[in-house]
């Protein structure tokens, strides 16, 4: 898993709250990347970051906001949880280059 | 990135080479094609990559067309841990590019 960790890996939380996710890696890879997964469908970019300070959006990033302040952490928050966030989320690493991503055990998420 | 057409599902019988296309068509020069599954909602799994020539690993081999315009994850000899969703990605390695995942092949191996 290249040291990729999520926390926390289960939350329940009530609409309107807000929410932060945090992926930790301990490989120093440059790229990380933010996804959702609802069933039956596969995943879908949130955001992502190719290095400190720099992050851009993904194909589903209304509602999402993120934060990358050290090359170790990604932070996904959800300003004001909706239940259309319920969801399975995955973090992902990846090194600068023609390398693979690693991908930490994700974080199910389920707003009431 | 170049989009990639998959089937949505595949089966194989356990012990036999399982053979999953990817269709490309628009892929450009530069772009690398990778393969990884995901195994009942666990992380997806890096399998494999290759930008023209064939590659071989320890889990499979690609097989990408001297036109690059598709390709086929070749899994030698399917066990029932190979049942997952298979996911054909094309990227390139230019700085800030995302990785994208489409609909994938659902590929049940069968005893």
């Known amino acids: 898993d290249a040291g990729i960790t999520q926390s926390p890996r289960h939350k329940v939380t009530e609409t309107g709250t807000p929410v932060t996710l945090r992926c930790h890696q301990t490989e120093n890879h440059r790229y990380m990347y933010w996804y959702r997964q609802d069933p039956g469908h596969g995943l879908r970019l949130i955001h992502y970051s190719y290095g400190v300070k720099d992050t851009d959006k993904g194909e589903v990033s209304d509602g999402y906001s993120v934060s990358r302040s050290k090359t170790e952490d990604f932070l996904l928050t959800l300003e004001s949880a909706t239940s259309s966030q319920t969801s399975v989320y995955f973090c992902?690493?990846?090194?600068?280059?023609?390398?693979?991503?690693?991908f930490g055990q994700g974080t199910r998420l389920t707003v009431v | 990135d170049a989009k990639t057409t998959q089937p949505p599902s595949m089966d194989c019988a356990e012990g036999r080479a399982a053979n999953l296309p990817c269709n490309h068509s628009t892929i450009s020069g530069n772009e690398y094609v990778y393969w990884y599954r995901q195994i009942h909602s666990q992380g997806p799994q890096y399998i494999i990559h290759g930008l023209k020539n064939n590659e071989t690993n320890e889990m499979a081999s690609l097989i990408i067309t001297e036109d690059r315009k598709s390709s086929t994850l070749i899994l030698p000899h399917a066990t029932l841990r190979d049942t997952a969703v298979y996911y054909c990605?094309?990227?390139?390695?230019?700085?800030?590019?995302?990785?994208?995942f489409g609909a994938g092949t659902i590929l049940r191996v069968k005893s």
């Open positions: 992902a690493a990846q090194r600068v280059g023609n390398t693979e991503a690693f």
């Open positions: 990605i094309v990227r390139s390695m230019e700085y800030g590019n995302k990785l994208v």
